[in-house]
Protein backbone atom coordinates (compact mmCIF):
# COMPACT_ATOMS: atom_id res chain seq x y z
CA UNK A 1 0.00 0.00 0.00
CA UNK A 2 1.09 3.73 -0.42
CA UNK A 3 0.77 4.89 2.57
CA UNK A 4 1.31 8.21 4.27
CA UNK A 5 2.23 8.94 7.83
CA UNK A 6 0.83 12.28 9.08
CA UNK A 7 2.75 13.91 11.63
CA UNK A 8 4.19 17.69 13.24
CA UNK A 9 1.72 19.95 13.08
CA UNK A 10 1.42 22.88 15.68
CA UNK A 11 0.55 20.94 18.63
CA UNK A 12 2.79 20.94 22.27
CA UNK A 13 2.82 16.99 21.42
CA UNK A 14 4.68 17.88 17.75
CA UNK A 15 8.08 16.52 19.12
CA UNK A 16 6.62 13.04 20.53
CA UNK A 17 4.29 12.89 16.97
CA UNK A 18 7.16 12.84 15.19
CA UNK A 19 8.40 10.20 17.01
CA UNK A 20 5.41 7.74 16.24
CA UNK A 21 5.53 8.60 12.92
CA UNK A 22 9.50 7.81 12.66
CA UNK A 23 8.88 4.69 14.38
CA UNK A 24 5.49 3.78 12.57
CA UNK A 25 6.83 4.75 9.10
CA UNK A 26 9.73 2.07 9.82
CA UNK A 27 7.95 -0.72 11.13
CA UNK A 28 5.59 -0.65 7.60
CA UNK A 29 8.17 0.01 5.51
CA UNK A 30 9.90 -3.45 6.52
CA UNK A 31 6.59 -5.23 5.95
CA UNK A 32 6.66 -4.09 2.35
CA UNK A 33 4.54 -0.90 2.59
CA UNK A 34 5.48 2.24 0.33
CA UNK A 35 5.38 4.58 3.36
CA UNK A 36 6.41 8.07 3.96
CA UNK A 37 6.13 10.65 6.64
CA UNK A 38 5.31 14.15 5.87
CA UNK A 39 4.72 16.96 8.10
CA UNK A 40 1.32 17.75 8.36
CA UNK A 41 2.17 21.99 9.01
CA UNK A 42 5.52 21.97 6.97
CA UNK A 43 4.27 20.15 4.31
CA UNK A 44 6.38 19.18 1.20
CA UNK A 45 7.72 21.37 -1.84
CA UNK A 46 9.50 18.66 -3.94
CA UNK A 47 7.47 16.05 -6.47
CA UNK A 48 4.22 14.60 -5.51
CA UNK A 49 4.35 11.88 -8.29
CA UNK A 50 4.25 8.37 -7.01
CA UNK A 51 7.43 8.28 -6.64
CA UNK A 52 7.19 10.35 -2.69
CA UNK A 53 6.25 7.35 -1.66
CA UNK A 54 9.28 4.95 -2.06
CA UNK A 55 11.87 7.90 -1.40
CA UNK A 56 13.33 7.57 2.51
CA UNK A 57 13.88 11.46 2.51
CA UNK A 58 10.51 12.61 1.79
CA UNK A 59 10.12 14.66 4.75
CA UNK A 60 10.67 18.16 5.63
CA UNK A 61 10.96 18.58 9.57
CA UNK A 62 12.54 19.96 12.11
CA UNK A 63 14.67 17.95 14.98
CA UNK A 64 12.40 14.60 15.52
CA UNK A 65 14.00 13.90 19.18
CA UNK A 66 11.11 14.50 22.25
CA UNK A 67 12.95 17.16 24.07
CA UNK A 68 12.41 17.42 28.22
CA UNK A 69 10.06 20.55 27.45
CA UNK A 70 7.21 21.04 24.79
CA UNK A 71 8.19 22.57 21.51
CA UNK A 72 8.48 26.25 20.85
CA UNK A 73 5.69 26.68 18.13
CA UNK A 74 6.75 29.83 17.39
CA UNK A 75 9.29 29.06 15.88
CA UNK A 76 8.10 26.24 13.86
CA UNK A 77 5.46 28.75 12.28
CA UNK A 78 8.39 30.40 11.03
CA UNK A 79 9.87 27.99 8.80
CA UNK A 80 6.87 27.33 6.78
CA UNK A 81 8.05 29.33 3.56
CA UNK A 82 4.63 30.09 2.27
CA UNK A 83 3.85 32.59 5.30
CA UNK A 84 0.77 30.94 5.51
CA UNK A 85 -1.82 30.81 8.41
CA UNK A 86 -3.56 27.45 7.07
CA UNK A 87 -2.41 24.20 9.14
CA UNK A 88 -1.85 22.24 5.79
CA UNK A 89 0.90 23.10 4.46
CA UNK A 90 2.61 22.37 0.73
CA UNK A 91 0.68 19.65 -0.36
CA UNK A 92 0.10 18.14 2.05
CA UNK A 93 -3.52 17.17 0.68
CA UNK A 94 -2.68 16.55 -2.85
CA UNK A 95 -0.13 13.39 -1.28
CA UNK A 96 -2.86 12.62 0.86
CA UNK A 97 -5.10 11.90 -1.93
CA UNK A 98 -2.82 10.14 -3.72
CA UNK A 99 -2.54 7.33 -0.67
CA UNK A 100 -4.34 4.46 -0.09
CA UNK A 101 -4.94 5.37 3.74
CA UNK A 102 -2.89 8.17 5.76
CA UNK A 103 -1.74 6.89 9.52
CA UNK A 104 -2.58 9.56 11.92
CA UNK A 105 0.78 10.03 13.75
CA UNK A 106 -0.83 13.40 15.12
CA UNK A 107 -1.03 14.07 18.53
CA UNK A 108 -2.62 16.66 21.00
CA UNK A 109 -5.29 19.07 20.08
CA UNK A 110 -4.93 19.90 16.37
CA UNK A 111 -4.65 16.19 15.25
CA UNK A 112 -7.23 14.84 17.38
CA UNK A 113 -9.83 17.28 17.96
CA UNK A 114 -11.61 15.96 14.85
CA UNK A 115 -11.15 19.14 12.43
CA UNK A 116 -8.61 16.78 10.46
CA UNK A 117 -10.45 14.57 10.13
CA UNK A 118 -14.14 16.42 9.28
CA UNK A 119 -11.28 17.69 6.20
CA UNK A 120 -10.13 14.27 5.45
CA UNK A 121 -13.95 12.93 5.41
CA UNK A 122 -14.97 15.71 2.84
CA UNK A 123 -11.94 15.00 0.86
CA UNK A 124 -12.88 10.92 0.50
CA UNK A 125 -9.64 10.27 2.14
CA UNK A 126 -9.10 7.26 4.57
CA UNK A 127 -7.35 7.84 7.84
CA UNK A 128 -6.67 5.57 11.04
CA UNK A 129 -8.44 6.30 14.08
CA UNK A 130 -11.49 7.46 15.50
CA UNK A 131 -13.73 10.03 12.83
CA UNK A 132 -15.15 13.64 13.37
CA UNK A 133 -16.98 13.15 16.38
CA UNK A 134 -15.67 10.78 18.64
CA UNK A 135 -12.18 12.75 18.33
CA UNK A 136 -13.60 16.18 18.92
CA UNK A 137 -15.65 14.77 21.89
CA UNK A 138 -12.74 12.56 23.02
CA UNK A 139 -10.49 15.74 23.13
CA UNK A 140 -12.89 17.62 25.17
CA UNK A 141 -12.10 17.09 29.09
CA UNK A 142 -14.91 18.74 30.44
CA UNK A 143 -17.49 17.46 27.73
CA UNK A 144 -16.38 14.13 27.70
CA UNK A 145 -16.38 14.11 31.71
CA UNK A 146 -20.09 14.64 31.98
CA UNK A 147 -20.82 12.42 29.18
CA UNK A 148 -19.12 9.53 31.62
CA UNK A 149 -21.03 10.63 34.92
CA UNK A 150 -24.21 10.44 32.36
CA UNK A 151 -23.22 7.03 31.63
CA UNK A 152 -22.39 5.82 35.26
CA UNK A 153 -18.77 5.80 34.27
CA UNK A 154 -16.96 6.66 37.31
CA UNK A 155 -14.76 9.62 37.10
CA UNK A 156 -13.21 12.27 39.59
CA UNK A 157 -15.57 15.22 40.75
CA UNK A 158 -14.99 18.38 38.78
CA UNK A 159 -15.76 21.31 36.84
CA UNK A 160 -14.99 23.54 33.89
CA UNK A 161 -13.61 27.03 34.25
CA UNK A 162 -13.48 29.64 31.35
CA UNK A 163 -10.50 32.45 31.05
CA UNK A 164 -11.87 35.60 33.00
CA UNK A 165 -14.62 33.20 35.04
CA UNK A 166 -14.52 32.54 38.67
CA UNK A 167 -12.37 29.07 39.09
CA UNK A 168 -13.76 29.40 43.05
CA UNK A 169 -14.02 25.38 44.07
CA UNK A 170 -17.29 24.05 45.55
CA UNK A 171 -18.14 22.98 48.45
CA UNK A 172 -17.57 19.76 48.16
CA UNK A 173 -13.71 20.09 47.33
CA UNK A 174 -11.02 20.72 48.56
CA UNK A 175 -7.06 20.72 48.01
CA UNK A 176 -5.34 18.95 46.50
CA UNK A 177 -6.87 19.09 42.88
CA UNK A 178 -5.54 19.05 39.39
CA UNK A 179 -5.76 21.62 37.13
CA UNK A 180 -5.43 21.11 33.21
CA UNK A 181 -6.12 22.52 29.71
CA UNK A 182 -9.40 20.95 28.81
CA UNK A 183 -8.27 20.01 25.31
CA UNK A 184 -4.27 18.56 25.83
CA UNK A 185 -2.77 16.32 25.99
CA UNK A 186 0.39 14.29 27.19
CA UNK A 187 0.28 16.36 30.56
CA UNK A 188 1.09 19.69 28.74
CA UNK A 189 0.12 22.48 31.59
CA UNK A 190 -1.06 19.92 33.87
CA UNK A 191 -0.71 21.25 37.74
CA UNK A 192 -0.90 19.01 40.78
CA UNK A 193 -2.41 22.06 43.11
CA UNK A 194 -2.10 21.80 47.30
CA UNK A 195 -2.98 25.47 47.98
CA UNK A 196 -5.22 28.58 46.36
CA UNK A 197 -1.52 30.41 46.11
CA UNK A 198 -0.74 27.13 44.02
CA UNK A 199 -4.29 26.91 42.28
CA UNK A 200 -3.93 30.73 41.10
CA UNK A 201 -0.36 29.82 39.08
CA UNK A 202 -1.74 26.94 38.29
CA UNK A 203 -4.84 28.01 36.85
CA UNK A 204 -2.43 31.10 34.60
CA UNK A 205 -0.06 28.10 33.31
CA UNK A 206 -2.99 26.17 31.69
CA UNK A 207 -4.75 29.31 30.16
CA UNK A 208 -1.29 29.66 28.48
CA UNK A 209 -2.88 26.80 26.38
CA UNK A 210 -6.58 27.16 26.29
CA UNK A 211 -9.22 29.64 26.97
CA UNK A 212 -11.07 27.04 29.09
CA UNK A 213 -9.48 24.24 32.05
CA UNK A 214 -10.42 21.75 33.78
CA UNK A 215 -10.25 21.35 37.80
CA UNK A 216 -10.86 18.25 39.43
CA UNK A 217 -10.17 16.31 42.51
CA UNK A 218 -7.04 14.72 43.00
CA UNK A 219 -7.31 10.73 43.46
CA UNK A 220 -4.16 9.35 45.33
CA UNK A 221 -3.90 6.02 44.06
CA UNK A 222 -2.20 3.61 41.10
CA UNK A 223 -2.53 4.71 38.17
CA UNK A 224 -3.68 2.99 34.41
CA UNK A 225 -4.44 2.28 31.39
CA UNK A 226 -6.50 -0.16 29.02
CA UNK A 227 -6.53 -0.17 25.66
CA UNK A 228 -9.17 -0.75 23.11
CA UNK A 229 -8.20 -2.48 19.71
CA UNK A 230 -11.50 -2.85 17.44
CA UNK A 231 -14.18 -4.72 19.92
CA UNK A 232 -11.14 -6.37 21.94
CA UNK A 233 -9.77 -5.08 25.08
CA UNK A 234 -6.18 -5.10 25.77
CA UNK A 235 -4.34 -5.98 28.66
CA UNK A 236 -4.36 -3.62 31.20
CA UNK A 237 -1.25 -1.53 31.78
CA UNK A 238 0.15 0.30 35.35
CA UNK A 239 2.14 3.21 35.36
CA UNK A 240 5.01 4.21 37.96
CA UNK A 241 6.48 7.01 37.84
CA UNK A 242 9.71 6.77 39.56
CA UNK A 243 9.12 10.58 40.74
CA UNK A 244 5.86 13.08 41.00
CA UNK A 245 3.43 12.38 38.78
CA UNK A 246 3.51 11.15 35.07
CA UNK A 247 3.97 14.19 33.33
CA UNK A 248 5.43 15.20 29.94
CA UNK A 249 9.05 14.49 30.49
CA UNK A 250 7.98 11.32 32.73
CA UNK A 251 6.13 9.85 29.90
CA UNK A 252 8.62 10.09 26.85
CA UNK A 253 11.75 10.13 28.77
CA UNK A 254 13.74 6.98 29.09
CA UNK A 255 13.65 5.59 32.80
CA UNK A 256 11.57 7.88 34.13
CA UNK A 257 8.66 5.46 34.51
CA UNK A 258 8.11 2.29 34.90
CA UNK A 259 5.31 -0.28 33.07
CA UNK A 260 3.97 -3.12 34.37
CA UNK A 261 1.98 -5.36 32.00
CA UNK A 262 -0.54 -7.08 32.37
CA UNK A 263 -1.12 -5.43 35.67
CA UNK A 264 -0.64 -7.24 38.57
CA UNK A 265 -4.20 -6.66 39.19
CA UNK A 266 -7.26 -9.58 40.57
CA UNK A 267 -9.37 -10.93 37.75
CA UNK A 268 -12.21 -9.14 38.82
CA UNK A 269 -10.92 -5.70 38.89
CA UNK A 270 -9.04 -6.36 35.86
CA UNK A 271 -12.58 -6.92 34.00
CA UNK A 272 -14.14 -4.06 35.92
CA UNK A 273 -11.81 -1.20 34.21
CA UNK A 274 -11.83 -3.20 30.59
CA UNK A 275 -15.71 -3.11 31.05
CA UNK A 276 -15.41 0.26 31.69
CA UNK A 277 -12.72 0.72 28.95
CA UNK A 278 -14.85 -0.58 26.41
CA UNK A 279 -17.97 1.39 27.84
CA UNK A 280 -16.17 5.14 27.38
CA UNK A 281 -15.03 3.85 23.60
CA UNK A 282 -18.33 3.24 22.81
CA UNK A 283 -19.87 6.67 24.47
CA UNK A 284 -17.45 8.30 23.04
CA UNK A 285 -18.25 7.17 19.67
CA UNK A 286 -14.69 6.06 19.04
CA UNK A 287 -13.38 3.77 16.31
CA UNK A 288 -10.64 1.63 15.37
CA UNK A 289 -8.52 1.73 18.70
CA UNK A 290 -8.11 3.75 22.03
CA UNK A 291 -6.46 3.98 25.40
CA UNK A 292 -8.36 4.48 28.19
CA UNK A 293 -6.32 6.01 31.54
CA UNK A 294 -7.81 5.54 34.95
CA UNK A 295 -6.59 6.09 38.69
CA UNK A 296 -7.73 3.76 41.45
CA UNK A 297 -7.58 4.24 45.19
CA UNK A 298 -6.07 2.69 47.83
CA UNK A 299 -9.86 0.94 48.64
CA UNK A 300 -10.05 0.11 44.87
CA UNK A 301 -12.51 2.50 43.71
CA UNK A 302 -11.83 2.86 40.05
CA UNK A 303 -11.94 6.72 37.96
CA UNK A 304 -11.50 7.17 34.37
CA UNK A 305 -9.47 10.13 33.70
CA UNK A 306 -9.85 10.39 29.34
CA UNK A 307 -9.56 8.78 26.13
CA UNK A 308 -7.28 8.79 23.95
CA UNK A 309 -8.05 8.62 20.51
CA UNK A 310 -4.57 8.80 19.19
CA UNK A 311 -2.51 6.48 21.49
CA UNK A 312 1.23 7.16 21.06
CA UNK A 313 3.43 4.64 19.69
CA UNK A 314 7.02 5.53 20.80
CA UNK A 315 9.46 3.43 22.45
CA UNK A 316 8.09 4.41 25.65
CA UNK A 317 4.50 4.89 24.94
CA UNK A 318 1.36 1.93 26.47
CA UNK A 319 0.04 0.79 23.37
CA UNK A 320 2.32 -1.08 21.95
CA UNK A 321 3.50 -2.82 24.86
CA UNK A 322 0.12 -3.70 25.96
CA UNK A 323 -0.21 -5.28 22.04
CA UNK A 324 2.84 -7.08 23.21
CA UNK A 325 1.13 -8.71 26.06
CA UNK A 326 -0.91 -10.64 23.63
CA UNK A 327 2.00 -11.28 21.56
CA UNK A 328 1.50 -9.15 18.69
CA UNK A 329 4.60 -7.13 17.96
CA UNK A 330 5.20 -3.35 16.70
CA UNK A 331 4.67 -3.73 12.93
CA UNK A 332 1.13 -6.10 13.40
CA UNK A 333 -0.05 -3.54 15.57
CA UNK A 334 0.47 -0.99 13.20
CA UNK A 335 -0.60 -3.07 9.79
CA UNK A 336 -4.08 -3.94 12.50
CA UNK A 337 -4.63 -0.30 12.99
CA UNK A 338 -4.35 -0.23 8.84
CA UNK A 339 -6.69 -2.93 8.43
CA UNK A 340 -9.42 -1.69 11.14
CA UNK A 341 -9.30 1.92 9.34
CA UNK A 342 -9.90 0.04 5.90
CA UNK A 343 -12.73 -1.41 7.13
CA UNK A 344 -14.76 1.86 8.27
CA UNK A 345 -17.73 2.85 6.15
Same mark, same amino acid.
Request: charged share 25%; net charge negative; hydrophobic share 35%.
Given at each position: ?42 ? =? ?163 ? =? ?70 ? =? ?64
Amino acid at each position: MNIIVLAGGLSTERDVSFSTGEDVCKALRERGHQAAMLDVFLG =YEGDVSEDFFVRNDAIRSDDKKIKSIDPDLDQIKQMRGDCEDGFFGPNVLALCRKADIVYMALHGADGENGKVQAAFDLLGIRYTGSGCVGSAVAMDKGLSKKIFLEAGIPTPKGFSVRKGQSGDLPEDMAYPIVVKPCCGGSSVGVSMVQSAEEYETALQTAFR =YEDEVVVEECIKGREFSAGVLGEESLPIIEIIPKAGFYDYETKYQPGMAMDVCPAELSEEKTKEMQNYAKKV =YDELKLEVYGRIDFLMDADGNLFCLEANTLPGMTPTSLLPQEAAAIGMDYGTLCEKIISLAMEKK
